[in-house]
């Protein structure tokens, strides 16, 4: 898309003639000179890789020139994989070795930008990358079903706004199910609906994060998480999260030594390491959060999605303080066409919320809720959730069976959609996963899920989108292309 | 919601007897302490109505609490109308005049704010406020026979999530359309799906404005418009627009002095004075664009609801720059319970645009996108158009015909949804509105438009929510009420 010239779009729009030659010699030209400068100075060594360079404000100080100009040369730059932005104030410089990845034709993938959507933008057969549900296994039939209710019950549905808090009488069956299932006690008015999960972590950092500001966040996290709090300028600290939970001395350390805005955590069956944090580690931790006035971010992604038996309850449920904030996604198991997430918040926290929510796009579609409502109250759904889970676990047990042979490490999880294996030392993770898309098969590089380098030999294989016959297949070649890797 | 006492849900929710007692002795009481140091300096008159209070990060420093106490007692100060927040940084003394209307019980309306959203979510009997059709205009019935049609089409659609930029076959009817109507020539990869042109704004908001920048914006302007952009931090540099446009020469000026990031404008049946800006200025100002290098942000919400000609084509299809990117909503008079909206930008704009997008929600839900892709490529849409347009125009009338005692001044607009009425000098808005809201009836003070008090004389009376009825007896209630005021 990005990689159409600056031009072209204008010349298929001559239909009016106003000259446009003043455009291309001018601007473009302008905006080539930094393209130019930076790019020769990048390899003339005087910025080294990962190296923050000048910001636009600066650059356009120096040049005289505009700011849009500037901005317009490092776009280009980062779309040719000279450079690559971390959050939205800076640029820096990108490394060599991944130039050579992204230069790859056949590779055509802008993996050194660290973001995951764009590598779930590229097609593969045996597709271990996106941590999503297949749609085969999803109540497709039923979900029809329900939409068609939907407007026998609501007929002027589509003809009405959502609030921006989000539709009262699914609040309300939350809040009961939210009692029933995970002893909160909460109030309606306490929950706000949000479009998937990715809305609701988006909104907590535009409300809490400043330039500068400390986070908590375990290492590895949620890539999407990282990418949302970098953008906002935080400053990440990291949390370590392993096969034994936490290290709550040092989350004490942290909390004491940064007085940070709050700890983004993934308590159970954390991706991407499959973990869950038990009973007694979550009760510290909100002893914690109190004594330290730090807000706990709680994402709730798969608490349904457990194999054997369930996981502890929420840190929401133990917090009697009011320093939990509860983000709970019901897109992935339930209807990911439908994008349906909640944030449970305490009242001081929620006003500022239900604000940045207007602003951020003044309620989630109505139609949407009610579905949801129609099917999540359905015994359907409970159903199919047990369904769920025996096919996720099937489906795991193969992808084990297929890296017995291999020796890798990982820890079989509880719960989750994900694998989380560390390859040997000498297997370089990015040459696996270049040689490995050539191939049409996808997973996730563990750097993306960490900004401290410890998860470079990490690889996260999804188990729950490629169907039973395509995880045989497709570990079977990952395993091969490793082989090969390693005897050459 | 938001006036529960802080402790009552840690109360209900003492299953788990964890002593809670700390909290109330400590964190409360600590930012209660703040709540009454802030609340004594401004009654002492220490803080004068509108001055700016230290920040949150200032107090936790001079009084050595923690932020997230001084940030609890701010918020409670906001909820009882005492402060009120402007942007994100800052919190302003509340003047007096507005904590009266804020205390009448009978009102429970935190006006203060300047939240257009907040007026929302008052019921009102005759509702002049709100700028959406009512649902009894729009084709309900039809609306969910798509629904249903989708999913013969699309029998896994609630099963799978929409790409970032949002579903192709929608995005190349967009295409179609905007080249077809519009003049545009675009590609499928210069449109991104947004859920509302709410989400829009604030995307194009979060790219392009760091705190500090300076952005034209029209005034008075859209309301919810001026929260995002100072949520962001943004300078606002006032462009007036009036019965003959732009001043242009004001407009070059801003430009050049400022070198703002971008201007914000809605050139089409403006909100909320109705205006319609003529071709030619719309040529001069993406020229002016060009020239400065300032992005032109066009918001294009109304372009289909005119009562006698077609607007003029779109500054998009004007611009041969590339500086224009283009807002065009259809939620409002297709389908509010689908929220739909787009962003045209090209390539370079476009890029930082879809990086936004991902983070702020990973992708319009894709069964809304299949839904409104159905119905607005059918038949019945161009139909219900065009008799939306004669429904509207008949409530114009009756609102006009209903105003003609009064003498006030405004200009009958040419399409949209709104009446930009001016009030005698000696008429006060604020009254008038707490007047009519006791009365059940409801419309948006021209101070909610505008931060330069030049539009504090003027309401916003929209005529496409309430019957005709309803529009005959509100009015005349309302101009009683004003009539009442007069004689007192």
Known sequence: MTNKPLIEPQKKQSHLTVDSSSYKSQSKHSFQTVYTYIQTRIQRG???????????????????????TIFKAYQHLKEDGHVYARDKSGYYVQPPALQVLTNEAE????????????LHRIEATYQ??????????????YFAEYVKQVFDLYPKLLGTYATAQGDLELREMLQRYFTDTAQFHVHADEILITTGAQQ?????????????DHVLIETPAYASALDVFEQKGAKL??????????????????????????????PTFHNPTGVCISAEQRKQLVDLAAQYE??????????????DQKPPLPLFAYDTEGYTIYIRSFSKYVSPGLRMACIVARPEWFTPLLAAKSLADGGTPLLNQKVFLLYFTSSRLQQHIEKLRIALRIRLEIMEEELSSTGWYY????GGFNLWVRLPDHLSVPELLARCLKQSISFVPGSLFDRNDTSQQYIRLCFSFASEHEIRQGIQQLVSIAKEMEST
Chains 1, 2 share one sequence.
């Not at 990962?50 to 600066?58: E, N």
């Not at 271990?128 to 039939?141: D, G, R, V």
């Not at 706990?296 to 194999?307: A, G, P, Q, S």
């Open 46 to 68: 005087d910025w080294q890789a990962h190296a923050k360079l000048p910001s636009v404000r600066q650059l356009a100080e120096d040049t005289g020139m505009h700011r849009l």
């Open 107 to 118: 590779l055509g993938l802008p993996l050194f930008q660290g973001n995951l959507g764009e």
């Open 128 to 141: 271990f990358s996106k941590a999503l549900i297949t749609p085969n296994l999803l109540p497709n039939h």
């Open 200 to 212: 609701a972590i988006s909104l907590i950092a535009e409300v809490w994060i400043r330039p500068g």
């Open 237 to 266: 600290v990291p949390i370590t999260i392993d096969a034994n939970g936490y290290d709550l001395v040092q989350i004490k350390e942290a909390m004491k030594k940064y007085k940070p805005r709050f700890f983004y955590l993934n």
């Open 294 to 307: 730090c807000l706990l971010i709680e994402d709730d992604t798969c608490h349904d999605i457990y194999f």
């Open 411 to 414: 820890e079989t999880p509880q």
